[in-house]
């Protein structure tokens, strides 16, 4: 991990997908009609994601995450902001550009029974994307399909393509999940919690399996999740996301081991760390409910759970992203001006 | 389609769904053999009526109706003059032919009718004939004398002068039995008609069929105007199968796709089709089929065509519309947007099929009742002009008093069709319904 982390710091590699701004907002209507309000799932989000690596979303639930991943999918329209994937700012494309763009990011869902129609077999299901995308010849569909699931292990092949989802267990059903991502041969894959509906132990080789096809292909993986305790091994920077906004970003060890952010904090008390200095070092976790992203708080969102909030600032002001060394940032008002925890 | 293999797999485990497929099997065959047996041409032609039954007696019973008589009824019995038989003297100027027919009646009910086909061949001069009738126990009673043309209908039943000089309708007072008192029977044994014929040309001949009318007739029996039933009855059954399917078909699968495409797009095109289904539902559709009916065609087609135009918004959109729109919010959806499928795909390929093994159960049983509405439509008078149908047979029993007269044979047979047809839909409709829709198991 270290080594692939101070490659990353290197910043020598090409830039994939950019967020600039990003804002994806939803409209709320009462009586089908009448607008009430936004929901401000996505809320000013700007990074960049470099050719072979892998980053992982992190953060509570609703706090905009999925949001996020199908407005860089192309499955909501920005409210604001643009992104931009290999050089192309995707507001500008046309029905072609966006056929093309599809072929070129894979989707991987959370619950793999429902992201599988359980009318189509495996077969059907792998050809679906080939199909829609002018892969017209029927063998080279075939072929395409068996490397595919050669590619996920699912293995005879032969006895996988004639069953139904509803035959297949959960990590087999996430193998065609990602099967069907990779199939068009994509440089950029979304995975959105792709194992927290999955059982414990088929987890972590659902996971090295993503890890292992990311290697191999040189994907940009980006990988949202919850649970922190996967990331380590997994992921080369993490994004700490909250109320729609990206708090802190950073390389996963530097994010693991000195966080900034109190809301990152918080996050990694929540995982059960053996180690007894740890377990008692983060203890002023604040609890409370995640903020409306109808109405968010003013100034930090953070602010109203913040043990540590500055009275007169943090309530005001909304803290801007400061960046640290080796690309540490981190939006809060304890770190502006590059003080320190 | 697993679902759906797997579904009809298990029907097996349902007796009455099995009762069911051997019924529609049953009705399907009827209705297979029927287009073979009688081309469609035919069939119109058949209906017609006219001459080409004038040899079938008028409201026969079904010919099972002995099975549960003491005295049978007779059938229709025909005897045509064999040349072989026939004296001929000459004299100058003319011949002349005794011509004799044997027929060999054994029933003590008497015939519905009596006629004589004569088949005359002459050029200018007609023959002149006359005509005796010889009874079993040797009495010889003179049915009078004509002149015949080609093909002429002796109707000895309807022989006014001859009637009042028997005193009864002459195929009772033909065939009665002297020895009988009260109500008349039939005398079985051998009659003989002969008939006398002179000709005037050389080369003239002369043939004659005799023909008793039978008060039993085939498998339906026969209507007033002389048609066999049974051509109704066989023809009614692709007609009402091809009615209530493409009906069924048609509206199912209109309604579904606009329905799917209604929660697909959304918006302003939904709230459409829902206004239009929602005004549609308040329309009486019986009484708009009345008046097309009467203002413009009667036609099956045009019926059939109303019906599916005022089935597609029907209540079912709301239905299969509450069933697509959690669909459309399914990750596989979702998923297949990522990939690129388009609108029309998306809604043949992803929406639709998801919800298409829970309408099966529905649409089996939508079959019969589009069935039905054709043979109301044909009772109220409705029925396609041309076309047998089961509805137009009981719209003529209606029409003719049938029940009054107690022919019910006319009502029966069409209606036990129909509820035949009805059972058989149902019957499978509600098994499948057990296999698609698991939570009624239960009950
Ligand atoms: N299509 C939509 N229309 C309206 N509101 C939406 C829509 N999609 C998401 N939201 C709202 O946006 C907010 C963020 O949802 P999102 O699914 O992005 O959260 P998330 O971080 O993925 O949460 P989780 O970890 O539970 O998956 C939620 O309040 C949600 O209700
Ligand atoms: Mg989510």
Partial sequence: ?341 | MSALADGLVQLRRYPSAVAGIAIIAALLAVAAWAVIAIPYGSALELWRGGAQWQQHPVNARPAWVNWFRASSLPATQRVASDPATVEVEEYPGARRLVIPIELDYDHREFPSELNVFVDAAYLELEPFLRMTWHTPDGRAIPLGGRRVSRDERISISQDLALERRLGALPHVALFADPAVEGRPRALPGRYRLEIEAVVFEPESTLGATLVSYGRVHGLAGTDHQRRDLLVALLWGTPVALAFGLIAAVGTTLTTLFIAAAGVWFGGWLDAFIQRITEVNMILPVLPILVMVGTLYSTSIWLMLGVVVAFGIFSASIKMYRAMLLPIREAPYIEAARAYGVGNTRMILRYMIPRILPVLIPGFVTLIPSFVFLEASLAVLGLGDPELPTWGKVMNDAQSESALYHGYYYWVVGPAVLLMLTGLGFAMLGFALDRIFNPRLRMI
């Fill in chain 1, 1 to 341: 991990m270290n080594v692939q982390a101070s490659v990353t710091q290197a910043g020598a590699r090409e830039v994939v997908l950019s967020a600039e701004d990003l804002h994806t907002w939803f409209e709320l209507k009462r009586w089908g009609m009448l607008r009430i309000g936004h929901v401000r799932a996505v809320d000013g989000v700007d990074f960049a994601l470099e050719r072979g690596e892998t980053v992982a979303f992190v953060g509570e639930s609703g706090c905009g995450k999925s949001s996020l991943a199908r407005t860089l999918l192309g499955l909501h329209k920005p409210t604001r902001g643009r992104v931009i994937f290999e050089g192309q700012d995707l507001g500008a494309l046309d029905a072609a550009g966006w056929r093309a763009h599809r072929a070129r990011v894979g989707y991987v869902q959370q619950d793999p029974y429902g992201a599988l129609a359980p009318f189509m077999d495996v077969r059907r299901i792998l050809a679906e994307p080939l199909i829609v995308n002018g892969v017209n010849d029927a063998a080279e569909r075939d072929r395409r399909i068996r490397a595919a699931l050669e590619e996920v292990r699912l293995l005879p092949v032969e006895e996988f393509l004639g069953k139904f989802p509803h035959m297949l267990s959960g990590g087999q059903q996430q193998r065609v999940v990602i099967a069907r991502a990779l199939i068009l041969a994509p440089t950029l894959v979304i995975a959105d919690e792709p194992v927290s509906m999955l059982d414990a132990s088929v987890r972590v080789e659902i996971l090295r399996l993503l890890r292992d096809l990311q290697r191999a292909r040189n994907l940009t993986l980006a990988f949202i999740t919850h649970d922190l305790s996967t990331v380590r091994y997994f992921a080369e920077r993490i994004f700490v996301m909250y109320a729609g906004r990206i708090i802190e970003q950073a390389s996963v060890d530097a994010l693991l081991d000195t966080p900034l952010h109190p809301y990152t904090r918080a996050l990694l008390a929540a995982i059960p760390d053996p180690d007894p200095d740890n377990a008692t070092h983060y203890k002023e976790i604040p609890g409370g409910e995640p903020p409306s992203l109808l109405s968010p708080p003013p100034g930090c969102r953070f602010h109203p759970r913040c043990p540590v909030a500055i009275a007169g600032r943090c309530e005001r002001e909304d803290p801007p992203e400061t960046t640290l060394a080796d690309g540490h940032r981190v939006a809060c008002w304890l770190h502006v001006g590059g003080e320190g925890a």
